[in-house]
């Protein structure tokens, strides 16, 4: 999970998707990468089962359909987890 939420511009992605539903050309938009790059990022989400899409029109949309969560604590009980809930 790490792997796939430990990329910055992932983690742009899903703070875009957190706040509204959007569609591949705004995403390209509000991160400044080429749709190539953007469909990427959103089949390694989307593959992880962090994000879903559908279709409205000629339009494919996609939403964040889990909450992720990120848990450190100091020693010494030293947690470090990542996990995720359905929305």
């Known amino acids: 999970m790490l792997d796939i939420i430990g990329s910055k511009k992932r983690l742009e992605i899903m703070k875009y998707l957190s706040q509204e539903n959007r569609y591949v050309s705004e995403l390209m938009d509000l991160t ?23 279709k409205e029109g000629r339009r494919r949309y996609y939403r964040l ?23």
Do not use: A, Q
């Open 32 to 54: 400044n990468m080429d749709g190539k790059r953007v469909k990427h990022h959103l089949e390694r989400l989307e593959d992880e089962g962090l994000i879903e899409s559908y």
């Open 65 to 87: 359909v889990k909450d992720i969560k990120l848990e450190v604590s100091k020693p010494p009980e030293g947690k470090f987890l990542v996990y995720t809930t359905e929305e």
